[in-house]
DNA sequence: GTCTATATAGGGATAGAC
DNA sequence: GTCTATCCCTATATAGAC
């Protein structure tokens, strides 16, 4: 294979990237598999031998998505994450949902006809949970933050709501011409996420996150 | 017409009704036009004789959920509410939301295919937003609440979105047999909203807010 | 107002040639 | 691997009799 071209991507792979792109900008209800097939400028029929159904090539794209955000859901593990840390970590999770975002769009439809996705993206789901309430536990026992066992619960499914559907929020407020500005929303995200967080942070804490913020908004 | 029976419900209203029901158990987009005909004994051509098509179905079922909306968000205006006040209010948001969740459910698809809903529902979610920040704003010049200007616009975003989407994210977390103990759910979202304000109460509010949480939930 | 019958359209999916 | 042709099914919606 010559190293001066890149290979040509396989049919397959088109496939996929093509139809998370249609199924991200029109929704996957609304985008067929012809529609797929004539975007690519392929046959309908070579498109299903390569899949064997249309909820193949959405498990398939969810693999994808899963794997990304176990991978954004790690948990720095050395040290109670700073505040800036905090930031990037979320803003991971948001780019995540961003690129897979019309899973979010559509959930309790996808959810409901595929319990193979139903199962994973609960998971999913109470990872972000149990994520958010060990890392506000971390910052408790750092002595960053003040908070009862019963305020850390409330906060991570809050937390956990937030970051869930604050990019379907957003759509549904702004223009869909607006929506595609990509970084601001997720930042906007990531800042109420934290402004949640903030009230139980310790002074100096709660400035520096202040900072941080006026620092990556706009 | 006799006493002594309620007039039978018109058929109109009856389709209506039922397309409701059907449409929060199973989702608007697996239920058919045959389906509300079935599920009333009548035929398909008897349904398209009261209304013009589905979505015609579905805006008038709008239209009955904004005025219910639209009640549920007038402020009370004589004085700042107390605790009790809010934990009644937003359970009634919460109660209207419920009572036509099927909009919730799939929200972006029904407000991208029809633009009168997208307007609309915008308003709603605006004036939820609008609001909320009423309120805290309220409880800050009462001196019951703590919060700069800055505060209260991301906490009235977030609590926006929590009132919003707060039925979803718990329909996804628990079985589908557990979600139809409607009560349990509306309560416990009352609770996570008011969760968020909580931090920024004077001490007394926060105990009495606590308090109320406890007596209500379970 | 209500029914039966049917038109129309579109999407998912397969068969078989190349 | 890819194409063409086609089948099947389901959903919306209408026509016309009663």
Redesign the interface.
């Known amino acids: 294979m010559p190293l001066s071209e890149p290979a040509p991507m396989k049919t397959r792979d088109r496939i996929l990237q093509t139809s998370l792109q249609l199924f991200n900008e029109h929704?996957e209800?609304?985008i067929t598999t012809n529609h797929i097939a004539d975007e690519l400028d392929i046959s309908p029929g070579n498109l299903y031998y390569h899949f064997r159904n249309k909820d193949d090539i959405i498990w398939l794209l969810f693999e994808q998505f899963e794997r990304r955000m176990d991978a954004a859901l790690q948990v720095p593990e050395r040290r109670a994450p700073d505040m800036e840390d905090m930031w990037l970590y979320l803003h991971l999770v948001f780019e995540t949902i961003w690129e897979y975002r019309f899973f979010y769009?559509?959930?309790?439809?996808l959810?409901?006809r595929n319990k193979k996705l139903?199962t994973h993206?609960?998971r999913i789901?109470?990872r972000k949970v149990t994520t958010a309430a060990a890392i506000c536990q971390g910052l408790v026992d750092a002595g960053v933050m003040n908070a009862t066992a019963e305020?850390i619960a409330?906060?991570a499914?809050?937390i956990?709501?937030?970051a869930?559907?604050?990019l379907?929020?957003q759509?549904?407020?702004t223009s869909a011409a607006t929506v595609n500005q990509d970084s601001d929303h997720l930042a906007l995200g990531v800042?109420?996420v934290l402004?949640?967080v903030a009230?139980?942070l310790r002074s100096d804490a709660r400035q520096l996150l202040h900072h941080i913020s006026r620092e990556y908004l706009t």
């Open positions: 929704g209800p609304r769009r559509d959930l309790d439809n959810l409901s139903r993206f609960r789901i109470e305020d409330a906060l499914r809050n956990a709501v937030v869930t559907y604050w379907n929020f759509r549904i407020r800042y109420q402004s949640q009230p139980f």
